[in-house]
């Protein structure tokens, strides 16, 4: 959008006031020229595909969104949510590559899990405090603090306290009895501009679109900047998430054909068989289990610190450490569980649960895989400016604590367990020394670093840039395996991966609009702790035959940048080796997270936004991502699955998105549409998921301020306008694929239903 700000000069000749000593001049009109897209694109200079949000943009999505939501138009990327509000969580993928692959941080601090690399959405940071999200498609920035990242990086930056003082109140209502409220009190800045904060809480709970059960978060973000001198600060955050979900049911397509779309888990209680001392009760789990004894509860929490330090006029200092902690579990928590009173069992065997006197039955009990993580780190770094060379170097150090267990509690016949959380040990079912059951017991000490330096050298007047960079990255993992009902005896495993990472661009800028760049980056991710898991065999420990993935990324685009055009191309190729999937290891006859060869993904990603009148205008995205299986994977000792050469799964071929979007003053409007094409399901590309089309609607209107309310606002947002069925895969990364939808082993892909239109409102003013 183009403002217009026109300013009146008066000049005063002479030392008296009279009218016909006064000059008058012209009206000066400066234009105000926010690039077009309306925050969807962001003109770019670096010399690697990348594509950042900004607030305009982020602030007209639905308040009960998750980041994930947010990015959802961009190229490269395919992103979906469980349920239309993001409260219940989503997945992405980005050029073929699962979120695990990927590294993901806020405001520079990594947020993977340190086990297995994953990430939840709907844990990070409220949309309101997000200033931007950036997104480089095929690598890493040079200082990332990531150990797990072959297929690019995500960087959330929250926003900053306002130089002004305000308290803001938001409150959304929305379908299925969704609400959020969100309040924000900025303090201006005090103490002659030397410190300015703000702080935010937010309430939100939406009902399950399908079946029984919703979704309970609670949320705080915390920002201060403290300015010591000019050029130096110190920038203080804190993130707190607390959150109960029930979750949603994944079918087959089998059961989609013969339950319907809308199955869901079970809304009756399952119920306990009368304990008879001497009689053996064998109770078995419902079909369907039960809603409530599906959970996600979890609870994590952020603190970081940033200092800028101006050491000489050419030397910067940054130093920022952090720390992080994360407790909870998921998945379904109805299991069934023996008694027993036996020399050769663990502990003796598990105590009488249900109570009847005898240890010879079989009882329903709450468990579920408990995962605890304390992880403090920090990254520093030295930059300066020398000539023509724009000079980084730095270090990144963090240690996880990361705990992994599986306690049982009983549960009543009203379906309630006795503690959803699993952290109260007084209520934990015991083996009969007294010791907590436990279906699993791990525990991985996490060592990782990074060396890295960087030399963008500038030519040409800064038309021709040259970006040198090399990073060394190394994780230690320190696995102790304790003995469990599920995982056998203890043992101890310890192993270090280790890789340099260089990276080179260039980038050259031919006329004052167009620019070219080439990039060449190598990327890599350490295996799972899971890797670890069960390699006990009597008393033979088995060896650990996976080694990381790595990945060589290499892009070449073109970009336009004008006053109502912008454009960016990129053509793409990845070199992707060592993949991790689940195959059969012949070394130790067994299946297991096994290193299965390598694929080569290539493609094109298109981002265009043009504003086409003052208030109009439109983005688009296109996508051609084609992504092959190298060799054949072996899934047995005399069985191997035919999937070289076939498609990556969850990888569509094509990806579009556009938007039409109008902004004049108080009013905002924006109409988008995403085709996500059709994709596998499997590894030997035996079942597919069709294509489909998602349209969604946002508008807004700003209020006149009046009294005590300044900027009310209003807006709207609807969901799948049209209400598209469709479906996406439940998968993780490539060791979380299915061979095939028939295969020997008895599973068939599991799909989340996609979630029918539905809408919200929000409304929302300053005091």
């Known amino acids: 959008m183009v403002k217009k700000i026109v300013f009146i000069v008066t000049a005063l000749t002479g030392m008296t006031a009279q009218a016909d000593s006064s000059i008058t001049l012209e009206p000066m009109v400066v234009e105000d020229v926010s690039p077009p897209g309306n925050g969807l694109m962001t003109p770019q200079d670096l010399p690697q595909a990348r594509s950042v949000i900004s607030q305009a943009a982020i602030e007209q999505k639905n308040t009960l969104n998750n980041a994930y939501q947010a990015m959802d138009m961009l190229p490269g990327v395919n992103t979906y949510s469980y349920d239309a509000t993001g409260l219940f969580g989503g997945g992405l993928r980005m050029r073929g590559f699962n979120s695990d692959q990927i590294g993901v941080s806020i405001d520079g601090v990594p947020i993977n899990d340190a086990g297995n690399f994953a990430v939840y959405p709907s844990e990070l940071v409220d949309l309101e405090n997000l200033e931007e999200i950036s997104v480089t498609q095929g690598s890493s920035t040079m200082d990332a603090p990531m150990v797990g990242a072959t297929g690019g990086s995500i960087g959330m930056t929250t926003s900053s306290p306002t130089d002004h003082s305000r308290f803001r109140v938001q409150q959304s209502y929305g379908a299925y009895n969704a609400y959020k409220t969100f309040l924000r009190a900025d303090s201006g800045y005090l103490g002659d501009n030397r410190f300015k904060a703000f702080i935010s809480v937010s309430k939100a709970e939406a009902e399950k679109w399908k079946g029984y059960g919703g979704a309970d978060r609670e949320h705080l973000d915390f920002k201060g900047v403290f300015n010591l001198a000019p050029g130096s600060s110190i920038t203080g955050g804190l993130l707190y998430n607390e959150m109960l979900n029930n979750n949603l049911r994944t079918l087959t397509r089998q059961e989609i054909q013969t339950l319907g779309r809308d199955a869901d888990f079970g809304g009756v209680p399952p119920q306990h068989l009368a304990g008879v001392n001497g009689s053996a009760q064998v109770e078995k789990a419902p079909s369907d289990l039960y809603y409530n004894l ?182 230690q993992r320190d696995f102790t395996n304790f003995a469990s009902e599920g995982g056998g005896t203890d043992y101890n495993i310890k192993a270090t991966y280790a890789r340099p990472l260089p990276s080179v661009g260039i980038r050259y800028q031919f006329t004052e609009a167009q620019q070219v760049f080439v990039s060449r980056a190598e990327n890599f991710k350490a295996p799972p702790d899971s890797v670890f898991y069960g390699l006990i065999n009597g008393s033979r420990l088995k060896p650990v035959n996976v080694a990381e993935e790595v990945s060589t990324n290499w892009d070449l685009g073109y970009r336009y940048t004008g006053k109502d055009l912008l454009f960016s191309g990129t053509v793409f190729y990845i070199d992707y080796r060592h993949r991790i999937a689940s195959a059969f290891d012949p070394a130790n006859n067994i299946s297991t997270n096994y290193n299965v060869g390598d694929s080569i993904t290539k493609g094109v990603e298109l981002e265009s936004a043009y504003r086409f009148l003052p208030s109009w205008s439109v983005y688009a995205s296109l996508t051609y991502t084609d992504s092959r299986i190298g060799q054949n994977l072996q899934t047995a000792a005399n069985t191997v699955e035919a999937t070289a050469g076939k498609a990556f799964p969850d990888v569509p071929n094509w990806m579009s998105g556009a938007a039409l979007q109008y902004q004049d003053g108080p009013w905002s409007a924006n109409l988008s549409a995403k085709y996500t094409g059709q994709r596998y399901a499997t590894l030997v590309n035996d079942e597919s998921i069709n294509g489909y089309t998602l349209v969604s609607f946002d508008a807004g209107y700003r209020l006149p301020s009046t009294g005590w309310f300044k900027d009310p606002s209003v807006r709207l947002n609807v969901y799948n306008l049209l209400n598209q069925d469709y479906l996406n895969l439940n998968a993780g990364s490539g060791s979380g694929f299915t061979p095939r939808a028939l295969g020997t082993d008895g599973r068939a892909p599991n799909y989340y239903v996609g979630a029918p239109r539905s809408f919200s409102v929000m409304l929302s003013t300053d005091f």
């Open 294 to 475: 599906n959970l996600n509860p979890y609870r994590n929490y952020l603190a970081t610190l940033k200092g800028r330090f101006q050491l000489l006029p050419n030397l910067h200092w940054d130093v920022d450490p952090y720390y992080s902690y994360g407790y909870g579990t998921g998945g379904n928590q109805l299991r069934t569980l023996a008694e027993s009173n036996a020399a050769n069992k663990l502990g003796g065997g598990i105590r009488d649960i249900n109570q009847d006197g005898d240890t010879l039955d079989t009882v329903m009990v709450y468990s579920a895989g408990l995962t605890e993580t304390q992880r403090p780190g920090v990254t520093t770094r030295l930059r300066s400016q020398i000539a023509n060379h724009h000079l980084m170097v730095g270090y990144w150090f963090e240690y996880a604590h990361h705990r992994r267990s599986q306690p049982a509690v009983p549960f009543d016949n009203a379906g309630n367990s006795a503690d959803p959380w699993l952290d109260n040990a007084s209520v934990f079912l015991l083996r009969q020394n007294g010791t907590p059951y436990q279906g699993r017991d791990f525990l991985t000490l996490n060592t990782s670093q990074s060396f890295f330096g960087q030399d963008d050298i500038s030519f040409l007047d800064d038309k021709l840039m040259l970006s040198l960079g090399l990073r060394y990255t190394q994780i």
